[in-house]
Each structure stands twice: as structure tokens, then as C-alpha cells.
């Protein structure tokens, strides 16, 4: 959670919450605190405008699966498969196993914003009076294939997904495969 003079964002794991609160949100003050992937927004910053960002549901699970191989020397999952790693997030992982849905039901939502679309949608923002830009240093730095081809190859991951994150379709109106 990254909380500034008017506004808290609500970091969803893998929804470019990092590049947010390290490169987006600094310009406005604020800082993160001491629980980085918290969904219940303390009582006395309740009053603030409240937001956070949703991805794409395949996305998002393809994105957390590499990550966590990406760092398996913390983890220990190189051998597991996605259907493993789903279960194992389900099981113990907090934050990460809940689908983004589930997460953001703790606390009042003002706006939701789509990582898909977050340089247009952060100019829209109540506290970016100044229309600050998304920062152009941006970039993707996953080294995998897009996620339609990964599932293309893996067709019984989008059945885990859409079990997963049943409820992120609907509420964020994201397509299901």
C-alpha cells in the first residue's frame, strides 16, 4: 500500500504495482508502507481517495508464474508446473493466490484502473492536477512470450484461470478464452 497526502493506492501483486509506487507515485509525496501488498486501507486514511490497478486475469497468473521461477532460488518452484503453482498460491500464499476480485473487496474502491491502459487512465487521476505522464522508462522487463501463445500450448491453464479469477471477469469485464 502506497499512501499519499490525498490518495492511497492499493498495491495488487502483478499489476505493475512496483513501477507505480516507485516511479509513478513519489511525484505526489506519500510513501509505501510497512505492508506492501495490504487490502484494507487503515481507518484514518479512509477519507482519501482510494485506488488500484487490475490486469488481465491470464495475464496477470502467466506474469506470477514467471516471476516466481524468475526467482526460484527464493521460491523453490523450478520443477512445479502452473497447475502446482495455482494450488500452492491458493494454499498459503496470501496476496498473491487471491484473485485481484477478492483482494480489492476489503476496502472502499473510488477508482480501478486497467494495467492495460494505465498511461492514458493515470492522467485522469483527482491528485494529478498537472496531468503528470506515465514515466516513458517504462517497460515490460518479463522475458516471456505473450500470454495468448502460452496458453495456446497449455489450453488446460485457462480452465485453472477461469476458475481462479471467476470473479474478476465479471467485475472488471475483462474476456474469458
Not at 508446473?81 to 480489492?104: I, N
Not at 485453472?160 to 469485464?173: L, P, V
Request: aromatic share 14%; with cysteine; net charge negative.
Amino acid at each position: 500500500m502506497y499512501i499519499g497526502p490525498g490518495f492511497v493506492f492499493l498495491a495488487v501483486p502483478r499489476t505493475a504495482s512496483n513501477t507505480i509506487t516507485t516511479l509513478f507515485l513519489p511525484q505526489f509525496g506519500g510513501c509505501n508502507t510497512g505492508e506492501y501488498h495490504a487490502c484494507c486501507v487503515p481507518h484514518f486514511h479512509r477519507h482519501k481517495f482510494t485506488f488500484a490497478v487490475v490486469r488481465n486475469p491470464y495475464d496477470r497468473m502467466l506474469s506470477c508464474w514467471y516471476h516466481l521461477r524468475r526467482n526460484d532460488q527464493i521460491f523453490n518452484i523450478r520443477s512445479m508446473d502452473f497447475p502446482e503453482l495455482m494450488q500452492l498460491l491458493k494454499d498459503k500464499w496470501g496476496p498473491d493466490g487471491r484473485s485481484q476480485a477478492e483482494f480489492l473487496s476489503y476496502s472502499r474502491i473510488d477508482r480501478v484502473l486497467r494495467y492495460e491502459n494505465l498511461a492514458e487512465e493515470v492522467l485522469d487521476l483527482p491528485f494529478n492536477l498537472d496531468r503528470l505522464p506515465w514515466p516513458t522508462e517504462v517497460r515490460n522487463s518479463e522475458e516471456r512470450p505473450p500470454w495468448q501463445e502460452e496458453l495456446q500450448r497449455h489450453p488446460d491453464w485457462v480452465e485453472i484461470i477461469n476458475r481462479h479469477s471467476a470473479h474478476d471477469f465479471e467485475r472488471f469485464g475483462y474476456d474469458r478464452l
